[in-house]
């Protein structure tokens, strides 16, 4: 239990270092993979989405813990592909075309991948073609867009658009986010939900799909 | 010049928007204009008398030191925005980016110091420079900033990311230093630095509050040195940063950098921000100009509501204020004429002033 709770307190703690070790740790001592995703990684990521929330953290306590996780996960990937295991969830996410802030868009995969979701990240400009193929190919339950600029912002309705004519949109939920956008500016394009952090992103992809 | 010259146009009522790109997308050929000096200048003095400013502003085109920068390693215009450093650098490339002498400059950069030129000599107008600050430009050279200053601030020294977070701060300085040593040859009287990501987005308030001087080291003591250069070539510092702020950097900007105006972005409350803010620097900003392109988020009543509001609070506490935008006001395709009208509500709200 405590090579479980140094694992929880390390991705509270930002520290990839300690996070590697107790991953280990825990592994050499017979802990199972995914009983450490669930039990000790998700719900460690999931306090840091409530500091974050009642601002206690910040962002780079965000990806502090966002690369602690990582470096655990670094471990555990391997074994949970050799036992033929999969994270329930797969997102994809992009920065839209014409758009090359990719910062904001980082920050909601760290969050994503750090809440137990697999993420594909495309990118930065990324055209409604890319997203497509994309779907396609990788078939996600989620697509998050993000865009920086007003002038980028028209690309999440042309990408939104090109789901539709690939028939893909109702197979996929599309969450969208940039310093610009809105909750309306979501409704008006046709995307399923909004958010305007990466904590919030989080429990977002968590609500759609719950209501799916 | 003497900081009375813009206390006076804030006495004087003067209202005016970051809005030179608005004015240039009503050219034939916008994306010609930014990069001709000539042309870039008659825009720059349009903007200026369209809002009857003696502040003839250029375009807040960021992303011009790093392409002047990268251009020393041979990095092409168009590979800049997206190129990152991913590792530490070596000593001859370190060499090769702080030199005190400009290297090729692009298209962009040579338009903006021609306007400069032309304007310095124009009948009522300040020719003003624009560069991106030193910590912000050091965001854009590393794919992941915010991890890399995280982890400064938590004293992991040792890691490549912080030796790279370093680096890129030293030629980021430099680079920035250049532009603006040029800008003021040029004819820059006065030069906005804008240091949007010195924020909370890029700098934890819960490290600063655990004491740890990254906000200093890597914002302050550049734009200190920054300053220092402004001074020594008679250019006063306008200083913009529209990231998310706490109030001890805001009371650093004001107070230890002691710009002329100092304008921020519309997270923060101008009226309240005064008590930070000495009498002699003039607040400028600060509407939600970047959601202007929204009618149901931003309808015009809104933007008539906001700004009857700010200018009532900045009157009640006597601040020097010119009222504006909070960051450039972008041209938006689909919306142009919905931010435009909306500038024009917002600089209604005020009596016309003389400039």
């Given at each position: 239990m405590s090579l479980r709770s140094d694992l929880y307190d390390a991705i509270l703690n930002g520290d990839a270092k300690k996070a590697h070790a107790a991953t280990e740790a825990a592994l050499a001592a017979g802990d199972v993979p995914m009983e450490l995703i669930q039990e000790s990684m998700v719900p460690a990521m999931d306090e840091v989405g409530r500091l974050f929330e009642c601002e206690e953290y910040f962002v780079p306590e965000l990806l502090l813990s966002g690369r602690a996780m990582k470096s655990a996960m670094e471990l555990l990937k391997p074994l949970l592909t050799a036992a033929g295991q999969k994270m329930a969830v797969r997102v994809i996410i992009g920065t839209v075309k014409?758009?090359?802030?990719d910062i904001g868009k980082n920050i909601v995969a760290s969050m994503l991948e750090g809440s137990g979701f697999e993420v594909i990240d495309l990118g930065a400009d990324v055209s409604p073609e890319m997203f497509v193929a994309a779907v396609e190919e990788r078939k996600p339950h989620v697509v998050c867009m993000s865009a920086l600029l007003t002038v980028t912002m028209p690309a999440m309705k042309l990408t939104i658009d090109a789901l539709k004519t690939a028939g893909l949109r109702t197979q996929v939920k599309v969450l969208i986010g940039g310093a610009p956008v809105t909750s309306q500016y979501a409704k008006e394009i046709g995307a399923d939900g909004y958010s305007e952090n990466a904590s919030g992103a989080v429990g977002m992809v968590k609500q759609l799909l719950a209501a799916a | 010049m003497d900081r009375r010259f813009y206390l006076d146009l804030a006495a004087r009522g003067l209202s005016m928007p970051v809005g030179t790109d608005l004015v240039m997308h009503e050219e034939s050929d916008p994306e010609q204009v930014r990069n001709d000096g000539a042309a870039l200048g008659r825009v720059v003095e349009r903007a200026a008398r369209r809002w009857g400013t003696p502040l003839a502003i250029p375009l807040m085109d960021l992303r011009l030191e790093k392409i002047d920068l990268l251009s020393l390693l041979g990095v092409s215009a168009a590979g800049a925005e997206t190129y990152h450093f991913t590792q530490p650098l070596d000593d001859a490339v370190l060499e090769t980016l702080c030199g005190e002498q400009n290297g090729p400059r692009c298209p962009g950069t040579r338009a903006r110091d021609t306007a400069l030129d032309l304007n310095r000599?124009?009948?009522g107008l300040v020719p003003v420079g624009m560069a991106i600050g030193p910590f912000s430009l050091t965001t854009r050279l590393m794919a992941d900033p915010i991890t890399a200053a995280a982890m400064a601030g938590s004293g992991m020294d040792d890691a490549p990311e912080v030796k790279l977070l370093w680096q890129c701060l030293h030629i980021s300085e430099a680079a920035v230093l250049r532009s603006v040593r040029s800008q003021i040859s040029h004819g820059a009287r006065a030069i906005m630095i804008c240091e949007?990501?010195?924020c909370t987005a890029f700098i934890s308030p819960r490290q600063l509050r655990a004491g740890a001087n990254l906000f200093e080291r890597m914002v302050m003591e550049p734009n200190l040195r920054l300053k220092a250069a402004l001074e020594e070539g008679g250019c006063d510092l306008i200083f913009h940063d529209c990231g998310e702020l706490i109030d001890p950097m805001v009371e650093a900007f004001a107070n230890?950098?002691?710009?002329?105006i100092l304008s921020l972005g519309s997270s923060r409350r101008l009226w309240d921000d005064a008590r930070l803010v000495p009498r002699d620097v003039v607040l400028y900003g600060n509407l939600?100009?970047?959601?202007?392109?929204?009618d149901s988020v931003m309808p015009v009543e809104e933007v008539v509501r906001r700004t009857e509001e700010l200018v009532a609070g900045m009157r009640q506490c006597g601040h020097p204020h010119i009222l504006g935008s909070e960051c450039d006001v972008l041209f938006a395709p689909q919306a142009a004429d919905a931010i435009r009208m909306k500038v024009d509500a917002m600089l209604s709200c005020v009596p016309a002033h003389s400039a």
């Open positions: 014409g758009d090359l802030h | 000599s124009k009948d949007p990501t010195a230890r950098l002691h710009p002329v939600p100009t970047k959601l202007f392109y929204s």
